[in-house]
């Protein structure tokens, strides 16, 4: 992509209402079947439709077809078992029942190869592609198999590969790997965290990027924030050993947020996503306020390096908000744009 400052959102877009109840993560689904089949790939072109229009430049499936962005995709691996379910404490924040690694994991078949070709075929823009990553992966799990954190995010890693080459293949342009696990567990980040998500990206020509955040603005979220003081330094512990790694973009939370600007430092060289919409609040940005936080993150970005995004998905948000906020964030991008002459 040539154009300076291409948006991007993080993730998850809203679903329409009549394919899940809206403003609800893990929503579940209201269709059945084939119907439900068809709803996920109209909603999906409805959110792509919604991406183009307010002027969004990489764009993406806002993760119509999946209810959860790690659960849908561990969902088609062997070696889980969906019955048996665990209540375990997800991020050192809030419990959830989940899943239980039984076996082996392996990826029987591709998990979203087609949804890949289908938005392919429906647009000429750049495509971006969100996979959880392989800690996040674990995280949300409970293991009575392998019984090694690590072990198994090498073994989700070699998977999350092999559907990564076939999304490469079916025309992805950026993959995304989504790790607010990243801001929680630094000694394992530096332990294995960068090293696993450098074997899932092992050998792909696309472009890839992590997201790192604080979460969707839902309550448990809102509450451990509270307790991070005024300064937020959790990316301090991840950012000098990704800025050594073979990741391309780094995904952050930026507008709203006590993340300090200049962290971004850290990750010199790097092309970064600078989250200038706030998820976490039903309140729509102006321009203005998103071409400030572009403009801070410039004192720390090359231009040519900066990619204007979202904080983190905006799933649970009513739909016109999440559109207003798109819009918000290509016209800010768009003022900065012309400030620099471009
Ligand atoms: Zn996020």
Request: one cysteine or more.
């Amino acid at each position: 992509m040539n154009k300076i400052l291409p948006t991007s959102t993080a993730g998850s877009l809203p679903k329409p209402s009549w394919l899940a109840e809206p403003e609800k993560l893990w929503s579940p689904w209201k269709l059945e079947g084939e119907e439900l089949a068809g709803g996920k790939r109209d909603a999906l072109l409805l959110s792509l439709h919604d991406q183009l229009h307010a002027g969004i430049d990489i764009v993406s499936d806002g993760e119509q077809t999946r209810q959860h962005f790690v659960t849908t995709f561990i969902e088609h691996l062997s070696g889980v078992d969906f019955e048996k379910r665990e209540t375990v404490r997800i991020r050192n924040r809030y419990d959830a029942s989940v899943p239980t690694i039984v076996g082996e994991v392996s990826r029987q078949k591709p998990v979203f190869v087609e949804d890949a070709k289908f938005l392919r075929q429906h647009t000429k823009q750049p495509i971006k592609w969100a996979l959880p990553g392989p800690m996040t992966m674990i995280d949300t799990l409970y293991d009575s198999h392998y019984k090694s954190r690590e072990k198994l995010a090498w073994e989700f890693a070699k998977i999350l590969n092999e559907e990564a080459r076939e999304l490469e293949a079916a025309g992805v342009d950026i993959i995304q790997f989504d790790e607010p696990a990243f801001n929680v567990f630094f000694d394992e980040v530096n332990d294995w965290g960068v090293a696993t998500l450098e074997r899932a990206i092992e050998g792909l020509k696309c472009e890839t990027a992590v997201h790192i955040c604080y979460g969707y603005g839902i309550k448990a979220n809102t509450d451990w924030k509270q307790t991070l003081g005024s300064e937020w330094r959790q990316y301090e512990e991840s950012f000098p050993k990704l800025q050594r790694s073979k990741i391309d973009l780094i995904s952050l939370e930026c507008h709203n947020s006590h993340v300090p600007m200049d962290l971004i430092e850290l990750i010199r060289g790097k092309k970064v996503m600078v989250g200038a919409i706030d998820v976490a609040s039903k309140t729509v940005e102006t321009p203005e306020e998103v071409a400030n936080t572009l403009r801070n993150a410039l004192r720390f970005v090359d231009a040519d390096k900066l990619c204007p995004c979202t904080n983190c998905g905006m799933a649970p948000l009513p739909r016109d908000v999440a559109t207003g906020k798109l819009k918000a964030l290509s016209a800010g991008a768009e003022i900065v744009r012309r400030e620099l002459g471009a």
